[in-house]
């Protein structure tokens, strides 16, 4: 059983473009979470979602970032104009339903030039 | 003040040593308490798992709650050198928003 699959493991983008990265999460899991971690700083939650659905985006900038979770296909955390703070690794998790332990992928490490 | 406080070390220890793990949190509603252990460029991998106040046992690892004193450790026994990796406390007092602690560093020595 495969574990939770991110995609790409890392990604260089200047500033101005946009950054997609993926999750597929593990087989029979519904649940998706982003994470972001900067640099000596501990995981901040970005957001949860279920399939089509939205559940809790609290941790999302308000602006150019976006996340999607569709019935069909991989999780996709989107961000748009990309500038340099927005240089950290981004790690989904996933779970069966809505539970506390959730597992982690390798996560994308987005480095913005 | 941080809703999760952890000490960021380096911590270093000869093998064999007992890693003493500390996190303290300031929001009495947290329910539930994690360790996560990740290697560098690695992801999280969920280690300990815990809802009520006291003591559980996995192997090496012992994880502790103190809901009173809103404090949470995590002791590794007979370290090893494969233990070297930075841990992560985390907390949530709903069932998937996780708080995190910085994560502590630790080097076990051979």
């Known amino acids: 059983n495969a574990g939770v699959m991110q995609n790409p493991r890392h990604l260089v983008r200047r500033r101005g473009q946009e950054a997609r990265l993926r999750c597929s999460p593990m087989k029979g899991h519904s649940h998706v979470y982003w994470y972001r971690q900067l640099p000596e700083e501990g995981l901040k939650f970005m957001v949860y979602l279920q399939k089509e659905n939205i559940i809790d985006e609290s941790g999302m900038p308000k602006e150019r970032f976006s996340a999607e979770f569709p019935k069909e296909g991989p999780s996709i955390l989107r961000i748009q104009q990309v500038v340099r703070g927005d240089s950290a690794a981004y790690f989904c998790a996933s779970s069966p339903g809505a539970a506390p332990e959730a597992f982690f992928g390798q996560g994308t490490r987005l480095t913005v030039v | 003040q941080k809703e999760v406080e952890q000490d960021p070390g380096p911590l270093s220890v000869p093998e064999g040593a007992i890693v003493s793990l500390n996190c303290t949190y300031s929001?009495?509603?947290?329910?539930?308490f994690m360790w996560y252990r990740q290697y560098s460029r690695k992801g999280p991998e969920l280690l300990m798992y815990?809802?009520?106040?006291g003591n559980k046992e996995d192997g090496r690892f012992t994880a502790q709650v103190d809901k009173s004193s809103k404090y949470i450790s995590l002791f590794i026994r007979d370290s090893q050198p494969s233990d070297s990796a930075t841990y992560l406390c985390?907390?949530?007092?709903?069932?998937?928003?996780?708080?995190f602690g910085a994560g502590t560093t630790v080097t076990v020595r051979a």
């Open positions: 815990t809802y009520s106040s």
């Open positions: 985390a907390m949530t007092l709903n069932d998937y928003k996780l708080s």
């Open positions: 929001n009495s509603a947290f329910q539930y």
